[in-house]
Nanobody, 125 residues
Framework: VQLQASGGGLVQAGDSLRLSCAASGRTLSTKGMGWFRQAPGKEREFVAG????????YYAESVKGRFTISRDNAKSTVYLQMNSLKPEDTAAYYC???????????????????WGQGTLVTVSS
């Protein structure tokens, strides 16, 4: 499975961005996808996840109510709509796909087998 993340950029606080993660290859082997982010000097952290079938979602507290994860099955693409961006949202954002069928959406990076290359989001104050 190959993942291609895109959509990052430089925005001002309060603006919106939509990140995309296009999957190709053996996508039928995946059971869910997550977005992680890593700011300079900090560890990678979970942002949002979605699993299928069913489309249930889960968000980190820091982004709940501002970010929305969704999936377009026909395009094998997962999106992260980010609204009301804050300077502390500045980071490289990575999408990742999981092969595991779990009762909950995993938030640990080691649960995800496939990773995209990352897209940089910079929010100025």
């Amino acid at each position: 499975v190959q993942l291609q993340a895109s959509g990052g950029g430089l925005v001002q606080a309060g603006d919106s961005l939509r990140l995309s993660c296009a999957a190709s290859g053996r996508t039928l082997s995946t059971k869910g996808m997550g977005w992680f982010r890593q700011a300079p000097g900090k560890e990678r952290e979970f942002v949002a996840g979605i699993r299928w079938p069913g489309g249930s979602t889960y968000y980190a507290e820091s982004v709940k109510g501002r970010f929305t994860i969704s999936r377009d099955n026909a395009k094998s693409t997962v999106y992260l709509q980010m609204n009301s961006l804050k300077p502390e949202d500045t980071a490289a954002y990575y999408c990742a796909a999981s092969r595991e069928s779990l009762p909950v959406i995993p938030t640990m990076a080691r649960r995800y087998a496939y990773w995209g290359q990352g897209t940089l989001v910079t929010v100025s104050s």
